[in-house]
């Protein structure tokens, strides 16, 4: 079975600064690896995804992920963060089952980024 | 990318009633799918839905209770039956992007459910 952790319920991180939502993964074969994020009141918007390639995935509104097979994670990082990235944030895993992509998700880390 | 719309977006229902969520998409996709988000929790898949055949549940989640249906291939549905409580979450429809091997899914708002 398939499974992410997301360790931190909570991370908080001054306007400007660097910040990192961690994420590690476990699945069996090679990991179809993804983030996404959730605005008060919003759906999931769709942020990155890691299919094979490059380790260092770029996405939209300035984030990337660094996906590091042997430690089994896929951290999402921004150089500098703005105060309109605090939501919800959600790393999910999936694998073929049964003719689709099953998608699993972790619990959530919510980014504050304080002014 | 999918554009994926969801009626009602939310919802206050008394205990012991039902609920039907709609859930449109403005292109053709194979595969839908329903997911639950409880208070301050994760999303949780309820069933993947294939049009022209019957739902398949995760574990946890009975026909009985959260009935599907996918006439065809822009439209769902999803009912919450007899509800209690329990109930009040944020469900989501999602669609599988087709558009090769890299599929990533694409999610409605979401459908907020109070259930008094």
């Known amino acids: 079975a398939q499974s992410v952790a997301q360790p931190e319920d909570q991370v908080n991180v001054a306007e400007g600064n660097p910040l990192t939502v961690k994420c ?10 993804f983030w996404y994020v959730q605005y008060p009141n919003r759906g999931l918007q769709f942020l990155l995804k890691y299919i ?11 984030f990337e992920a660094e996906f590091n097979k042997s430690q089994t994670s896929f951290h999402l990082k921004k150089p500098s963060a703005l105060v309109s990235d605090s939501a919800l944030y959600f790393c999910a895993v999936s694998s073929y089952s049964g003719g689709y992509q099953k998608v699993t998700f972790g619990t959530g880390t919510k980014l504050q980024v304080i002014p | 990318s999918a554009v994926i719309s969801q009626k009602p977006s939310r919802d206050i229902c008394q205990r012991g009633t039902s609920l039907t969520i709609q859930c449109q998409v403005d292109s053709q996709v194979t595969m839908m799918f ?23 549940y995760e574990s946890g989640f009975v026909i009985d209770k959260f009935p599907i249906s996918r006439p065809n291939l822009t439209f769902s549905t999803l009912t919450v039956s007899n509800m209690s409580p329990e109930d009040s979450s944020i469900y989501l429809c999602s669609v599988e992007d087709s558009g090769g091997a890299e599929n990533e899914q694409f999610f409605g708002p979401g459908t907020r459910l109070t259930v008094l």
């Not at chain 1, 590690?24 to 690896?33: Q, R």
């Not at chain 1, 094979?52 to 300035?62: A, I």
């Not at chain 2, 988000?37 to 994760?42: A, E, K, L, R």
């Open chain 2, 34 to 56: 329903w997911y639950r988000q409880q208070p301050g929790q994760s999303l949780t898949l309820i069933a993947t839905a294939n049009q022209g055949s019957e739902a398949t």
């Open chain 1, 24 to 33: 590690t993964y476990s699945v069996s074969g090679n990991p179809y690896l």
């Open chain 1, 52 to 62: 094979t390639g490059d380790n260092l995935v770029k996405g939209s509104y300035g």
